[in-house]
């Protein structure tokens, strides 16, 4: 009888096993979560509530993406940050975004960064993209900034998807292309807070553009928090940083810059599907 009972041991294990491994895996990709992280730049001046979102490729929380609608709006954001890679460069129409930009719009202002799908999507035939994101009440911004001021808080928001450097070898942000240059010069030149939608966080971490440039804050997506997040190991892999990336969640200070990175929403054609990683709604609450 005790032979009988060891015997079922890794029976149950394995099973055991698989139903946690399932649940994750489902969890991962349709249990929305909201995080709430604070920063501040000690003047005392206001807070802005920042509601940040990025990656969803193409997937949907409820019906046209209203669950996912419906949980912005209860965290009462004064700015919607949409940080690229909302659809997939593959996709045969921007259905998704468009139609989760028409119910974002009732809650607060949305700003669209533009990631690396959503310039493939537009090399592959969709030239309008820009034009629709725009008709259905996003302001995309790409290289371009605007002026704000919200809860007290007067800030500069930018959008550039390039890197805050030069290819040269030795990424140099003085090598940087002439309209990057002229764009980040121009961006720096104010008092206001300036806060900088970049959908990979790799375009201002590496070589030295976070100690060139005069930027406060720099918010990003792109990695899925590594996509498979690891018990006391964290994200698994994340871009141009490769295995165990060291800036992909949270907030994190880099030399003159601090940078903000969401885990984001969901994940296009990775080996991996997301694992231990649930889809985020990132709710930033700046103080100046």
Same mark, same amino acid.
């Not at 949409?82 to 460069?89: A, I, K, R, V």
């Given at each position: ?11 149950l ?21 909201v ?16 509601a ?11 019906e ?13 954001p004064?700015?919607?940050?949409l940080l ?11 259905s ?15 700003y ?29 911004l790409?290289?371009?900034?605007v ?26 942000a ?28 790799? /375009?201002?971490?590496?070589?030295d ?10 918010i ?10 690891l018990?006391?190991?964290?994200g698994l ?16 200070d ?8 969401? /885990? ?10 997301r ?10 609450d700046?103080?100046?």
């Amino acid at each position: 009888m005790a032979k009988r009972k060891l015997v079922w041991i890794p029976v149950l294990a394995a099973a055991a096993l698989g139903i946690y491994l399932a649940v994750s895996f489902w969890v991962s990709a349709n249990w929305l979560v909201v995080r709430k992280f604070q920063t501040g730049f000690g003047q005392n001046g206001g807070t802005v509530r920042l509601a940040v979102l990025g990656d969803l490729h193409d997937h949907e929380f409820g019906e046209h993406n209203r669950e996912l609608a419906e949980k912005v709006k209860e965290q009462e954001p004064d700015l919607i940050l949409l940080l690229g890679d909302m659809l997939n460069g593959s996709s045969s129409s921007a259905s998704v975004p468009l139609e989760l930009i028409e119910l974002l719009k009732e809650t607060a202002p949305v700003y669209y960064a533009l990631g690396n799908h959503e310039l493939e999507y537009e090399e592959k035939g969709h030239p309008e993209l820009i034009r629709e994101l725009e008709e259905a009440g996003a302001e995309v911004l790409e290289k371009e900034y605007v002026d704000l001021t919200v809860g007290g808080v007067k800030l500069r928001l930018g959008g550039m998807y390039e890197y805050a450097f030069g290819l040269n070898g030795n990424n140099d942000a003085l090598a940087a292309p002439e309209d990057v240059l002229d764009f980040l010069l121009e961006f720096q030149d104010t008092d206001r807070l300036k806060i900088m939608m970049s959908h990979r966080p790799d /375009s201002f971490i590496f070589g030295d553009a976070s100690q060139v440039w005069d930027i406060d804050l720099v918010i990003s997506a792109h990695n899925h928090g590594g996509q498979v997040v690891l018990p006391f190991a964290g994200g698994l892999y994340g871009g141009d940083q490769g295995w165990f990336p060291q800036y992909v969640h949270g907030l994190y200070d880099k030399d003159n810059l601090r940078l903000f990175i969401t /885990s984001g929403l969901g994940t296009d054609r990775e080996k991996f599907p997301r694992f231990n990683n649930p889809p985020e709604i990132a709710v930033l609450d700046v103080t100046l």
